[in-house]
């Protein structure tokens, strides 16, 4: 007879611990948003959860150069983990370095097939850069092998979405709020298209049906802002902002879209006062730049406003760089430096044949952005 006892116990968990290493990175692999079953994947140490942590928090304050010192040097040591990987794809994502990103999104893709995120990621990125009809073939690869997955619908919502097929985006977002009904996002697009449809009713009541059921949901609240500030109901979408602000502090856009709405309502002091708690709170953020340079145009300060803008522009390049076009090549004109705007709004948008309209019609330095347009076509009129 086998002896039983202390050793054949302590055999048998060395045995069974041995055996899980080898489960237990499939396990994870499973677990994981955006993998399918038999995905291979290197077990993920304890250690680096914090130093991925770290990373994503850098990421949301759009610290991208020190998340990415971060997580290049944890790769240094673990070259094959995918949460590193994937975190750095991410940065180069965020911060708007695109050929970069679909890069190191393409490498994950290649190095793991299974993993459908990349290939979401891949799409979105394709359809942000403007190549659509190349994202959709991704797409349709991918939804051949894990059709109807969630994580693929929505970026073929998004692509819709960027090529303007308001009403095929529309379908994908109700398919993916009908699949997923727990999925806020797919409600909070689907009030989006609504809106960009101009179907505001029906998009009303979706928002009212979402809000009902996620109250305290941040981008909800959000929306019902949107919504009441589309309606030029002031007041209310201040309420709403000011409610996203204390419920959820760490929320930069409420606090900027908050002194905005008190600028609309000429509360300039009140919009100052909230400016100030908010820059204590993130100095160096590029939203909390654009709120200053907003609050001193308001008070037509076009020189301060200028330095602002242009500040924003040489910190953050990659930061909307159309729509800080625009105030800078604003605040030039107001000072009567038209041909200084010309050459911004090139600069930034590179939007030469658009150009080439307003110079026939306000002379050989009017500069022109699509959706700022009229409004420089305005101050034009103002300045003849």
């Known amino acids: 007879m086998k002896r039983s006892g202390p050793r054949t116990v302590l055999s048998a968990c060395r045995r069974l611990w041995r055996g899980g290493q080898r489960i237990f990175p499939a396990l994870v692999a499973i677990g994981r948003p955006g993998f399918d079953a038999g995905a291979d994947i290197e077990r993920q140490p304890d250690c680096l959860d914090s130093q991925v942590q770290e990373a994503t928090g850098l990421i949301k304050m759009q610290q991208y150069q020190e998340a990415e010192r971060i997580l290049t040097q944890a790769l240094v040591h673990h070259p094959n983990q995918l949460a590193l990987l994937e975190c750095l794809a991410r940065v180069a994502q965020h911060d708007e370095r695109w050929a970069e990103a679909l890069e190191r999104w393409r490498s994950l893709a290649e190095r793991w097939p299974n993993y459908i995120n990349a290939s979401a990621q891949i799409a979105n990125i394709l359809a942000r850069t403007g190549q659509c009809r190349e994202a959709e073939e991704v797409l349709d690869a991918a939804l051949a092998r894990s059709p109807n997955h969630p994580l693929l619908v929505e970026a073929l919502a998004r692509?819709?979405?960027?090529?303007?097929?308001?009403?095929?985006?529309?379908?994908?977002?109700?398919?993916?709020?009908?699949?997923?009904?727990?999925?806020?996002?797919?409600?909070?697009?689907?009030?989006?298209?609504?809106?960009?449809?101009?179907?505001?009713?029906?998009?009303?009541?979706?928002?009212?049906?979402?809000?009902?059921?996620?109250?305290?949901?941040?981008?909800?609240?959000?929306?019902?802002?949107?919504?009441?500030?589309?309606?030029?109901?002031?007041?209310?979408?201040?309420?709403?902002?000011?409610?996203?602000?204390?419920r959820y502090p760490g929320h930069i856009n409420a606090w900027v879209r908050r002194v905005?709405?008190?600028?609309?309502?000429?509360?300039?002091?009140?919009?100052?006062?909230?400016?100030?708690?908010?820059?204590?709170?993130?100095?160096?953020?590029?939203?909390?730049?654009?709120?200053?340079?907003?609050?001193?145009?308001?008070?037509?300060?076009?020189?301060?406003?200028?330095?602002?803008?242009?500040?924003?522009?040489?910190s953050h390049p990659n930061f909307a760089a159309s729509h800080v076009g625009h105030h800078i090549a604003i605040c030039e004109i107001r000072i009567g430096r038209a041909d200084d705007a010309g050459r911004s709004l090139e600069e930034a948008i590179g939007a030469r044949e658009e150009a080439a309209v307003f110079q026939r019609l306000f002379g050989p330095h009017a500069p022109f952005i699509p959706y700022y347009g009229r409004q420089i076509e305005d101050v034009f009129r103002n300045l003849r």
């Not at 985006?169 to 727990?182: D, E, K």
């Not at 009212?208 to 609240?221: C, E, S, V």
């Open 159 to 246: 692509t819709a979405q960027r090529d303007g097929r308001w009403l095929d985006a529309l379908q994908h977002w109700q398919n993916l709020s009908m699949a997923r009904p727990n999925q806020v996002e797919a409600w909070v697009q689907r009030i989006k298209v609504l809106t960009k449809l101009q179907r505001f009713a029906e998009a009303e009541r979706v928002l009212h049906t979402a809000a009902q059921r996620w109250p305290k949901h941040p981008k909800l609240i959000e929306a019902l802002a949107i919504a009441a500030r589309r309606d030029l109901r002031w007041s209310d979408a201040l309420a709403h902002w000011q409610d996203l602000t204390e």
């Open 260 to 314: 905005k709405v008190l600028l609309e309502l000429q509360r300039p002091d009140e919009a100052k006062d909230v400016l100030r708690i908010a820059m204590e709170r993130w100095p160096n953020h590029p939203k909390m730049q654009e709120a200053r340079a907003d609050a001193l145009e308001s008070e037509q300060r076009w020189p301060e406003a200028l330095k602002c803008w242009k500040s924003l522009s040489n």
